[in-house]
């Protein structure tokens, strides 16, 4: 079954509705990173830099794939020592950076840059979904979220005329 593009951004948006995620909370994130550098800069601008990049199919891919990783460690049905590796969030494991990645990759090397600050500071949602209260895996989520922030503020970025 082959899916178009538009389709699997429902399907994404979807997912990370039923995980928590709005796109306001993205953009509050993009308004975090740009609200220094970007005169007058509104939410709504954040969030129509957000939605643009929700349309990249490479995003879409990204959050299908991680969130489906999440939530089979959730359920307990990965195998060992994976199980134990992303419930717990391991610092060394890297491959949720990795995924990460992929989606900064998409606006230029600003996104690099904003993506690793982010990921320090973890504000707003990032910080809720690193909290680690619960039953709730998000050791993929909190990256793709922190990932989508970077790459719009990036995208942000490249419009604002020097």
Do not use: W
């Not at 951004?9 to 979807?14: H, T, V």
């Not at 800069?41 to 830099?49: S, V």
């Not at 929700?54 to 990965?78: F, H, M, P, S, Y």
Request: glycine content about 6%; overall charge negative.
């Amino acid at each position: 079954m082959k899916i178009n593009t538009e389709e699997l951004g429902r399907i994404a948006k979807d997912l990370l509705k039923q995980r928590g995620v709005s796109i306001d909370s993205i953009a509050e994130l993009v308004y975090y990173l740009q609200k220094e550098y970007v005169e007058e800069l509104t939410l709504e601008q954040c969030q129509e830099n957000v939605e643009a990049v929700l349309e990249k199919r490479e995003v879409q891919n990204a959050i299908i794939t991680g969130i489906q990783l999440d939530l089979l460690a959730e359920e307990k049905k990965l195998l060992p020592p994976l199980q134990h590796i992303i419930e717990s969030d391991e610092g060394l494991y890297g491959v949720d950076e990795i995924l990460a990645l992929a989606i900064v990759n998409v606006y230029g090397s600003i996104g690099f840059t904003n993506y690793g600050y982010i990921d320090k500071v973890k504000p707003g949602i990032l910080k809720e979904l690193n909290s680690h209260n619960g039953n709730a895996v998000h050791t993929f989520l909190d990256d793709i979220i922190g990932a989508i922030a970077a790459a719009a503020a990036s995208r942000l970025a490249h419009s604002i005329p020097e």
